[in-house]
C-alpha cells in the first residue's frame, strides 16, 4: 500500500499541514470514524448470547474518547482509581464500570467498595483485603496457565507472570469467600496484548469455561481483551480475523452453556483493538544527517511522546509527508526515524525502507491510538503533546491542549 492515510481518508480532506500549523508538532491526530467503527465491531463479538465488550480504558484515557465509548454502549475496564474517576467524569454510569487492578491500597479498594463498583481481587490476599473491608460481591482473576502477545513484556497470563490466581490456588478462593460472606460474581483472565492468530485466544476461552465449571452460580465470564490490528499495514498485512474468531468462538460457548444449564453475561475486554488504528501523530523532521554510513531523520516525536517503538521494539508504519501530501514510496531508501531526546534509544522507526526524508517534512507514525498518549511522559522536560480529533463532519476538534512548561512548574 502507497498510504494508509490517503486509502481511508484519514484527514477527511484536511491538509495536515493546516492543522499543525493550529496545533503545532508533535501532535495526536484522532479519526472519529474509525475510532467507533472498532468499538462497535468489538462489540458484536458474540451476538447469540448475552455479552458487552468492555473497553479497556488504559489504552487511552482521553475523555472525549471515553465519551466515544460510551456512546457506542461499550462498558469499560479501569486498572485504577484515577481510570475510574476518568470514567465517571465521562458519564459512565457505575454499573458499567469493572475495576481490574493489582496490588492496590486497602484505600484503594474501599474506594471502588464505597462506589459499588465491580471489581476483580487478582490474589488471594487481595480477596482477603476485600473481605475485611466488608466488600460483599466481587470476581476473581485467574491465571489459566497459558499466554500470548506481541512481546514477552505483555504477556500476562502464563505460569511466569504476575497476574491473576492459580488454578490449584481456587478452593481457597472459596475458603476465603466462605469466611467472609462474599459471592463471587465472575471471573475474569487476561492472556496477553496484540495476538493476530485467534487460536490462543480460543484456546484460553475453552480453558476458562473449563474451569468456570467450578464455580456456582456466575453471573459473568470475563475472557480478556488482546485482539491485535495490522501494524505493518504498508506491507499489507491483514487485519484480526474477526469473522473467523466469531465463527470459531461460537461452538465452544454452546458447549458450555450445554453443560453449566444457565448463561452467564459474556465478557472481553478489548483495549488496542478500539483505539489503536484511529490515531497517527504527525511531528516535524528538524533534522537529517549520516553518522557511519547510516541515514538519521531526526523528528520532534521523543521517546516521552510514543515509547512503545523504545519499551517493547515495537514497529509503527512511518509515512513521509511532503506539503501535507504522503510522498510515494515507489523508491525507498534505508533510514533511522528518530526523536529529539538525548537517549540512544530514542528511537522510531530503526533501518527503515522508506522514502527519502528531507528536513521540513512531517513524519506520520500511524497506529498510535493505543498505548501512546496514555503512556507519555515529560521526560527532558518536555511537555506532553496535544490532541486533535476529526470529527465525521470533518471538523478538526482540539481534545487536549498541549501541555505547558507553566504546567510542569506549578507542581513545585
Ligand atoms: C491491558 C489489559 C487489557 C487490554 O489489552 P489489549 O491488548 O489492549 O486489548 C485487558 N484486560 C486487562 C486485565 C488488561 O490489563
Not at 453471573?219 to 470459531?248: A, N, T, V, W
Not at 478489548?270 to 523528528?299: D, M, W
Request: hydrophobic share 35%; glycine share 8%; proline share 5%.
Amino acid at each position: 500500500m502507497n498510504s494508509y492515510i490517503e486509502s481511508v481518508n484519514f484527514f477527511k480532506g484536511n491538509n495536515p499541514e493546516d492543522i499543525v500549523k493550529t496545533y503545532g508538532t508533535p501532535l495526536y491526530v484522532y479519526n472519529e470514524e474509525v475510532l467507533r467503527r472498532h468499538m462497535h465491531d468489538v462489540s458484536q463479538v458474540i451476538t447469540k448470547y448475552p455479552y458487552t465488550a468492555n473497553y479497556s480504558v488504559k489504552a487511552n484515557t482521553n475523555i472525549h474518547i471515553l465519551k466515544l465509548a460510551l456512546e457506542e454502549g461499550n462498558n469499560c475496564d479501569a486498572m485504577s482509581t484515577g481510570e475510574i474517576q476518568m470514567l465517571l467524569k465521562a458519564g459512565f454510569p457505575k454499573d458499567r464500570i469493572f475495576y481490574i487492578p493489582n496490588n492496590v491500597s486497602a484505600e484503594e479498594m474501599k474506594f471502588a467498595i464505597h462506589n459499588g463498583i465491580m471489581t476483580s481481587c487478582d490474589s488471594l490476599s487481595q480477596l482477603e483485603l476485600f473481605g475485611s473491608l466488608k466488600g460483599t460481591k466481587c470476581a476473581v482473576r485467574i491465571n489459566p496457565g497459558v499466554g500470548a502477545g506481541h512481546c514477552e513484556k505483555v504477556v500476562t497470563g502464563g505460569k511466569k507472570t504476575k497476574f491473576g490466581i492459580a488454578e490449584e490456588d481456587i478452593p481457597q478462593i472459596f475458603e476465603i469467600a466462605k469466611k467472609y460472606n462474599v459471592k463471587i460474581a465472575g471471573i475474569n483472565q487476561h492472556i496477553g496484548s496484540c495476538f493476530m492468530d485467534p487460536q490462543p485466544y480460543l484456546d484460553a476461552v475453552t480453558n476458562l469455561l473449563r474451569i468456570a465449571l467450578q464455580f456456582e452460580d456466575l453471573e459473568f465470564i470475563d475472557f480478556g481483551g488482546g485482539y491485535g490490528i495490522p501494524y505493518h499495514k504498508l506491507d499489507d498485512e491483514k487485519p484480526f480475523p474477526m469473522e473467523d474468531f466469531k465463527k470459531k468462538l461460537e461452538p465452544i460457548l454452546d458447549d458450555f452453556v450445554a453443560k453449566y444449564g444457565k448463561t452467564p453475561l459474556f465478557k472481553s475486554e478489548p483495549g488496542r483493538f478500539c483505539v489503536a488504528e484511529g490515531s497517527v501523530i504527525l511531528g516535524r523532521v528538524h533534522a537529517v544527517k549520516q553518522n557511519a554510513g547510516k541515514k538519521y531523520a531526526g523528528t520532534d516525536i521523543g521517546m516521552n511522546v510514543l515509547v512503545r517503538p523504545s519499551m517493547y521494539d515495537s514497529h509503527h508504519d512511518v509515512e513521509v509527508l511532503r506539503n501535507g501530501k504522503p510522498v510515494s514510496r515507489d523508491h525507498l531508501v534505508e533510514q533511522t526515524v528518530t526523536g529529539n531526546i538525548c537517549e540512544s534509544g530514542d528511537i522510531l522507526a530503526k533501518d527503515r525502507l522508506l522514502p527519502e526524508i528531507k528536513e521540513g517534512d512531517l513524519a506520520c507514525l500511524l497506529d498510535t491510538g493505543a498505548y501512546g498518549w496514555s503512556m507519555c511522559s515529560t521526560y527532558n522536560s518536555r511537555p506532553r503533546p496535544a490532541e486533535v480529533m476529526i470529527c465525521k463532519d470533518g471538523t478538526v476538534k482540539q481534545i487536549r491542549r498541549r501541555e505547558t512548561i507553566e504546567d510542569l512548574m506549578m507542581l513545585f
